[in-house]
């Protein structure tokens, strides 16, 4: 009876993510780059900058250097693509950054770009 019930509640999770697919492929992209955000505000935190649009996210994964120019672990060990295989696109700004997914289609500025900005999307200029 329990396997039942266990198979009930799988089938109804599986159908689920099936019938909202693009929704729950945002959802995805938002849970996935946590350690993205993440790993930027430890820059920021530690270089007082975010990085340049020429270092892009790929300086993240270079050992990090402390005020003394000491050097630590990376903040990442990997850039991971988002969930259709495209890499995530970083622009720098004075004030902030922005982090775009450009979704299934893999076209930047499309209308299924999941953006403007996944780490702070409340944020306004």
Known sequence: ????????????????????????????????????????????MDQRRWPTNEEGLNVLTFPS?????????????????????NDYIYTQSKKRFTLVSMGKDGVLNSPDDIAPNICYPDWVE
């Open 1 to 44: 009876m329990r396997i039942f019930q266990l198979y009930l509640v799988i089938s109804s999770l599986l159908i689920s993510f099936i019938a909202n697919g693009s929704e729950s492929d945002s959802e995805l992209v938002k849970l996935e780059t946590k350690s993205l955000c993440t790993a930027l505000a430890m820059f920021k």
């Open 65 to 85: 250097l402390n005020d003394y120019g000491e050097s630590g672990k990376p903040y990442l060990n990997i850039i991971k693509k988002d969930p259709w295989g």
